[in-house]
């Protein structure tokens, strides 16, 4: 079992800037995946790391403005949001598997966290 908590979610204005943060326990797993899901519409891949060695796959909508990393322990990964758009509110959620690799497709990680609520104003 993975155990995963996503924090740092809220209300910014467009062009702002967050940070959520993921924090991992549990047993090991091979990826983090950073997802997202707006009301009305499908979980939408937004980005993961290979965590054994920290490189990152970016969707074609995440790849100029959000950016993935871990903390040095290796029990944090985060996702920062730059200049944000009031398409990307979202709950966005982490996800980890056990035996993915830059994998895009949701129904392909085996654990995941609560979601945490991000809302951009226009």
């Known amino acids: 079992q993975v155990q995963l908590t996503e924090s740092g979610g809220g209300l910014v204005q467009a062009g702002g800037s967050l940070r959520l943060s993921c924090a991992v326990s549990g047993d090991t797993f091979d990826s983090v995946g950073w997802f997202r899901q707006a009301p009305g519409k499908e979980r939408e891949f937004v980005g993961c790391m290979g965590w054994s060695n920290g490189r990152t796959y970016y969707a074609d909508s995440a790849k100029d403005r959000f950016a993935i990393s871990r903390d040095s322990a290796e029990i944090t990964a985060y996702l920062q949001l730059y200049s944000l758009k009031p398409e990307d509110t979202a709950v966005y959620y982490c996800?980890?598997?056990?035996?993915?690799?830059?994998?895009?497709?949701?129904?392909?990680?085996?654990?995941w966290g609560q979601g945490t609520q991000v809302t951009v104003s226009s």
């Open positions: 996800a980890a598997g056990q035996t993915v690799y830059w994998d895009t497709d949701p129904d392909h990680y085996d654990y």
